[in-house]
């Protein structure tokens, strides 16, 4: 019952254990396996901050509608 995961039965879950998507007994279970294994741990820093840059970059907002340029006037004294 107090087997430890493995890092491949780890690895893949990590980035669901920073979304906080994990449910109560696999939660505990990579955790557990992130406090025993530097490697793992390494792995679950970068996702968080990956995670932390995910969230910061926020789709740019819309740029404004701005009415076409005033069409530079036409110089008379071009033509021809
Ligand atoms: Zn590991």
């Known amino acids: 019952m ?3 995961m493995t ?5 893949p879950r990590i ?5 906080g998507q994990l449910v109560d007994a696999e939660y505990r279970s ?3 396996h992130l406090a025993g294994c530097p490697l793992c741990r390494s792995g679950f820093y970068r996702a968080m901050a990956r995670g932390i840059l ?3 970059a926020r789709p740019a907002p819309p740029a404004p509608k701005r009415s076409p340029e005033v069409k530079s006037p036409t110089c008379p004294g071009l033509t021809g």
């Not at 890092?7 to 690895?11: F, L, M, P, T, Y």
């Not at 980035?15 to 979304?19: E, G, L």
């Open 2 to 4: 107090d087997t430890l």
């Open 15 to 19: 980035a669901r254990f920073v979304d």
């Open 30 to 32: 990579v955790r557990k």
């Open 54 to 56: 995910a969230a910061h």
């Open 7 to 11: 890092c491949d039965e780890a690895g």
